[in-house]
């Protein structure tokens, strides 16, 4: 789609903040109006739409595109959105250790088990942990608390929890970082930890490495949003 606007910026609207484009109000791709709570994630959006080119780059919109996905799908349908992410409740990777390589049980040791640790006293729960990739099943006390505590999200932030997770393959990373546990980049070397420790040993491959760039970009972006709401 080509630019059709001149100038971009954030409005009141509807008892919050609104993005208008030359004057006429933004909408999500479900035609919804798209606005926000916050003055500063109105502004972020709005500076996207005014930062583009001739040509629309959606990929450049990242707090654009995740209201509209607050929007659109979180906000109207909360429970089937919140389902995908709860699911890792039962397979967190916190819980899966190395069965081989002991320097690498003692990096997921130091990096995983306080994560785990503020998981079990901010829940009221107990994690069972494995060597190796078979699954194990967590406690069921443990599973009910982790997907109540997706469930009570809003839908803004269930949607910033969404890459977090599914990039992660962490529900205990990405809770952490929604209730600002601890900071983006720590959380982004834990769940980055394999990997990384794999390079450092066996050297680096390009295709990986720009995997991992561009799930750092989204792991960014989903901090950020977090931030802005």
């Known amino acids: 789609m080509k630019r059709f606007w001149q100038d ?8 919050g903040w609104g993005i208008r484009l030359d004057g006429r109000p933004v909408r999500t791709p479900q035609r919804a109006p798209l606005v926000v709570a916050s003055a500063t994630l109105a502004e972020a959006i709005a500076s996207e739409w005014q930062e583009q080119g001739e040509t629309i780059d959606p990929a450049a919109m990242p707090m654009t595109g995740m209201t509209n996905a607050a929007i659109d799908l979180a906000a ?4 089937g959105f919140a389902e995908t992410i709860a699911a890792y409740a039962a397979t967190d990777l916190l819980c899966y250790r190395d069965d081989r390589d002991t320097m690498l049980q003692a990096e997921q040791a130091a990096a995983w088990n306080p994560l785990l640790a503020w998981a079990e006293q901010r ?15 967590q406690p ?29 393959g962490s529900l205990v990373a990405g809770l952490a970082l929604a209730e600002a546990a601890c900071d983006a980049d720590t959380l982004w070397q834990a769940v980055s930890l394999d990997e990384l420790y794999q390079e450092r040993r066996w050297g680096s491959d390009a295709e990986a490495q720009a995997q991992r760039a561009a ?15």
Not at 76 to 79: C, E, T, W
Not at 123 to 135: D, K, V
Not at 141 to 154: C, K, M, N, Y
């Open 8 to 15: 971009a910026a954030a409005a009141p609207q509807d008892g």
């Open 215 to 229: 799930h750092k970009r989204d792991w960014d972006n989903a901090a950020r949003f977090l931030t802005l709401l």
């Open 123 to 137: 829940f009221g729960i107990e994690f069972a942990l494995t060597q190796g990739i078979l699954p194990i099943d």
């Open 140 to 168: 069921a006390a443990t599973v009910a608390a982790l997907r109540t505590a997706v469930f009570a999200l809003d839908p803004w932030r269930m949607t910033a929890l969404n890459p977090l997770v599914t990039i992660g």
């Open 76 to 79: 109207a349908d909360p429970a």
